[in-house]
């Protein structure tokens, strides 16, 4: 990936000089004012009908009921956090829409690798848990065939956990921040995804069974749009079980059918995510299920206009 090269190394060169540097503080006290806000406007977790107060000039938050005191990250990924606020966000931000690696990030925020990588993984699952209400605010009607594609991807060597620290350089390319974990393949997973609109839903899975791997791929876009109508497959084996109105290309002989069927959406999406799954050295199968559902759901506010 030339580009990625050219323009991560030179973020990273320009920040180990000293020219660029990420200064957070404004960003940190917005999101403090936003979430004090928003915690004013609440009732009180604990009994349900007290006032949140927060404070002015701390982190403090509490009822004007009953005993409840609590700090106003709570409830976020930045509670608790080393980091500030607003470098989970740029943190975050870098991850998501450019194709710098978390190495890369970790130096252009002068922090260690492991804190980014933590911090990014907590806004991953906050994010996710967010995208549904996000997306419905959206307001936007998603609808016309869905197709749904699936394409192997292989983890790193260590099972449930991502690649020790310490291995990393191990047998990879010399030139510090582009070495890749290269120990034994691990786990072999199924990248599945379903296109529709500008909906995209990614789902990392074990294998290729229509019920138990395919089909809630489906059924979360379509929760996540109007009632399914066509779905376009290539002419793979499960697919044949679907109960949906279903229509096939068959890939050997054509890439788009005589009536206009084709999973080119979802070929595309295969194209783009791989460069940026490379921004991490190696995935676990559980990392690796978690990025794969940030990119589609990342990739499907870029598409709507909404991008993060
Ligand atoms: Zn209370």
Request: aromatic share 10%; net charge negative.
């Amino acid at each position: 990936m030339p580009s990625r090269t050219a323009f991560g190394g030179m973020l990273q060169e320009i920040a180990s000089l000293g020219i660029l540097e990420f200064r957070t503080e404004l960003l940190d006290r917005k999101i403090e004012r936003r979430l004090k806000h928003l915690w004013e406007q609440r009732t009180c977790p604990d009994c349900g009908v007290g006032q949140i107060y927060a404070g002015q000039s701390s982190d403090r938050i509490w009822c004007g009921r009953c005993s409840f005191m609590s700090t106003y990250t709570l409830g976020t990924p930045f509670y608790d956090a080393e980091l500030a606020g607003g470098e989970f966000l740029v943190a975050f931000v870098l991850y998501a829409d450019s194709l710098l690696s978390i190495n890369q990030i970790a130096m252009l925020l002068d922090r260690a690798y492991d804190t980014i990588h933590s911090a990014i993984r907590k806004c991953d699952r906050a994010f996710q848990r967010g995208f549904p209400a996000v997306w419905e605010r959206l307001d936007r009607e998603i609808d016309g065939p869905t197709q749904i594609d699936e394409s192997q991807q292989v983890c790193s060597g260590f099972k449930s956990q991502d690649p020790p620290r310490d291995s990393l350089s191990r047998g990879g390319s010399p030139e510090g921040g582009r070495t890749r974990w290269t120990g034994d393949q691990g786990d072999e997973l199924t990248l599945v995804a379903a296109c529709r609109d500008v909906l995209r839903v990614i789902s990392a899975e074990k294998g290729t069974r229509y019920d138990e791997e395919l089909a809630p791929v489906l059924e979360e876009a379509q929760d996540l749009s109007q009632e399914l109508g066509e779905v376009w497959t290539d002419e793979y084996p499960p697919y044949q079980q679907m109960n949906h109105d279903h229509r096939t290309v068959l890939h050997d002989e054509e890439y788009v059918s005589s009536d206009g069927v084709h999973t080119n959406q979802v070929e595309c999406l295969w194209s783009i995510i791989q460069p940026w799954l490379r921004k991490f050295r190696g995935l676990s199968r559980q990392g690796l299920e978690q990025a794969a559902r940030t990119f589609g759901f990342l990739r499907s506010l870029t598409l709507a206009r909404a991008p993060l």
